[in-house]
């Protein structure tokens, strides 16, 4: 859904959706409603107008020659569903072993965003954060390991509150090398 390019017909949508479950469109605390929430799922999908290519674009600054594992560790997840569009949210730690490649730490945080903000599975979330590491930056090794909250589950399921759902993937030496992969899941131990 892209409500940023045709806000009449976000709005229109908007204001049927509140109908169908009794509401009243017209009542005050519900008359910016529609236009907030078009407005809100612009951002909330955001996502399907970044290109991870141009977000890892890499740069030179004397780190091409470091060859140790880089691990950013709770960075912040919002995503949606794209099953019950309900949100579902919590943080990834994404780590990679470069070869020659290396983009700015804050880099890495945009790379999550970019495909959190778009209708989702965490699966496919977390597959797709590694593979595009992979091919834009061509590491000797990618981990990335997500930890969420489903919204979806705990408010309609047998899913207890707060439980989380985790999902992981590694590839190149992560995947082949247990030392590696040893070494990557001790730095991207949960700090509490
Ligand atoms: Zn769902």
């Known amino acids: 859904m892209d409500a940023s390019n045709d806000p009449e017909f ?3 949508d908007w204001q049927r959706l509140l109908r169908s479950i009794g509401e009243d469109p017209s009542r005050q605390g519900l008359a910016e409603t529609p236009g907030r929430v078009s407005r809100a799922w612009a951002h909330w999908t955001r996502g399907y107008k970044q290109d991870p290519a141009t977000i890892l674009k890499t740069f030179a600054d004397g780190g091409e020659s ?3 594992l880089i691990v950013v560790r709770q960075i912040p997840v919002y995503s949606h569903c794209e099953h019950h569009l309900a949100p579902f949210f919590g943080h990834a730690t994404v780590g990679y072993l470069p070869s020659g490649h290396i ?3 804050s880099k890495l945080t945009r790379l999550v965003n970019c495909f959190a903000a778009r209708l989702q599975v965490q699966e496919r979330l977390t597959a797709q954060i590694a593979q595009s590491l992979l091919e834009h930056l061509q590491p000797k090794a990618v981990g990335v390991i997500i930890r969420c909250r489903h919204m979806c589950m705990e408010s309609r399921g047998i899913a207890v509150a707060g439980e989380e759902t985790v999902t992981s ?11 590696q992969r040893a070494e990557f899941l001790a730095l991207a131990e949960r700090p509490d």
């Open 10 to 12: 976000g709005i229109a």
């Open 66 to 68: 470091y060859d140790e």
């Open 103 to 105: 983009v700015g730490l």
């Open 169 to 179: 993937a590694m590839l190149g030496n992560l995947k082949t090398n247990p030392a």
